[in-house]
């Protein structure tokens, strides 16, 4: 195995100074993203510097409360996130899209420790939490997308929607192609990230892995592994969020809820 090259605080004082180039070149060009800059690169040393020590602790402490509570909050904020793109003056959209992402994650991550990684315990932080990190993320962008899209196309296509039920379709039928096309929205990016997967640029968890020494062979099974994992559950996902709206969109009386 590779030795791991140490980043001192002068190594990442230097890798900071990219981003005082990057805010001085906004400046000379007046784009207008300077405090956005300044105010990203913050939030990006806070959050990463807290979560390496969030991390430290729960890995230290290797206890299944601990595990399970960091991807609770993990699980909260990203359905916080997709909700908010999807709409927010829906009070059931948070709790459909969290326990849609819940729902999905769970029953892959389950899939993937029973049947192929196998640890000496089931909720071992070094695989659970940054194997649920990246299913999760890409769950809630999926998640979003689809959600976002199908709660748009119906609301600017009550007419059609009407007409269809005034013909005998049922909501399910009326808003079925509707459906489809979020669903299929929401499962772009997997695609296109299976098509070009390792043809353009190195995968992230791929390069973090190979940085970290590990056998590029190996790396490159748990990219794959990931890769299909999270195909599998940014379709499930879609499939719920999807359907949850649909069945929101209506009242008791199959009528149409105007939004």
């Known amino acids: 195995m590779m030795n791991i090259i140490q980043l001192t605080f002068a190594d990442l004082a230097s890798a900071l100074a990219l ?42 402490l290797n206890n299944m409360w601990a595990v399970l509570a960091m991807l609770a909050v993990m699980l909260s904020i990203a359905a916080i996130i997709a909700r908010n793109r999807i709409e927010q003056k829906n009070p059931f959209m948070l709790p459909l899209v969290w326990v849609s992402m819940l729902f999905s994650s769970t029953v892959t991550i389950t899939y993937i420790n029973l049947l192929i990684i196998q640890p000496k315990i089931w909720f071992e932080p070094q695989y659970l939490i940054p194997i649920a990190g990246m299913i999760l993320a890409s769950a809630m ?12 196309t119906i609301n600017s296509s009550q007419q059609e929607i009407e007409t269809h039920l005034s013909l ?6 009326a808003i079925q192609q509707y459906r489809q096309e979020a669903i299929r929205a929401g499962l772009i990016p997997s695609i296109n990230q299976m098509t070009i997967i390792a043809m353009i640029a190195i995968p992230t968890f791929l390069s973090g892995q190979l940085l970290s020494g590990v056998n590029p062979r190996e790396a490159a099974s748990y990219q794959i592994l990931i ?19 649909c069945r929101q969109s209506f009242n008791s009386a199959a009528q149409l809820v105007v939004r």
């Open 227 to 245: 890769v299909f994992a999270i195909a599998f559950t940014n379709l499930l996902t879609s499939l719920l969020v999807t359907w949850g709206i």
């Open 168 to 173: 005998g379709a049922s909501p399910q039928q």
């Open 141 to 152: 962008n999926a998640a979003a997308i689809a959600g976002e899209r199908l709660v748009k």
């Open 19 to 60: 981003m005082g180039i990057v805010i001085a070149l906004s400046a000379w060009e007046k784009l207008g993203l300077e405090l956005k800059f300044a105010i990203a690169t913050g939030r990006t040393l806070l959050q990463v510097v807290v979560l390496g020590y969030i991390l430290d602790i729960v890995f230290t």
